[in-house]
């Protein structure tokens, strides 16, 4: 099992970043492919970013592509959210899911919050514009 605790959440202007940072405890953080989801006020969860767990393939929503870059460093048993360019939209409540994989889907991502086996509690987003 892994916890996942997220940080680096805030109330920033449009237009201004924010880098969020899981971090992982328990079993090998190395085992386990990433994504981040967001969920609005009134919404469904959302799914933001994923990473393999080889760190070789990342996919992103369509709403964030091209200003969000996920990346993950394994020897600290942690992966990041660099998210530039906020909009008002951009507020939510963001997760970090963890999936257990083996050596044959060392390199999948996962889009659906289903595929996840672990789960943070979350760090509140909040863009003003």
């Known amino acids: 099992q892994v916890q996942l605790v997220e940080s680096g959440g805030g109330l920033v202007q449009a237009g201004a970043s924010l880098r969020l940072t899981c971090a992982a405890s328990?079993?090998?953080?190395?085992?386990?492919?990433m994504g981040w989801f967001r969920q609005a006020p009134g919404k469904e969860r959302e799914f933001v970013a994923a990473?393999?767990?080889?760190?070789?393939?990342?996919y992103y929503g369509d709403s964030v592509k091209g200003r969000f870059t996920i990346s993950r460093d394994n020897a600290k048993n942690t992966v990041n959210l660099q998210m530039n360019s906020l909009k008002s939209e951009d507020t939510a409540v963001y997760y970090c899911?963890?999936?257990?994989?083996?050596?044959?889907?060392?390199?999948?991502?996962?889009?659906?919050?289903?595929?996840?086996?672990?789960w943070g509690q979350g760090t509140q987003v909040t863009v003003s514009s």
């Open positions: 899911a963890a999936k257990s994989v083996t050596y044959w889907n060392y390199g999948d991502y996962y889009v659906r919050a289903d595929d996840y086996n672990y």
């Open positions: 990473i393999s767990w080889n760190d070789v393939n990342v």
């Open positions: 328990g079993r090998s953080f190395s085992s386990y492919a």
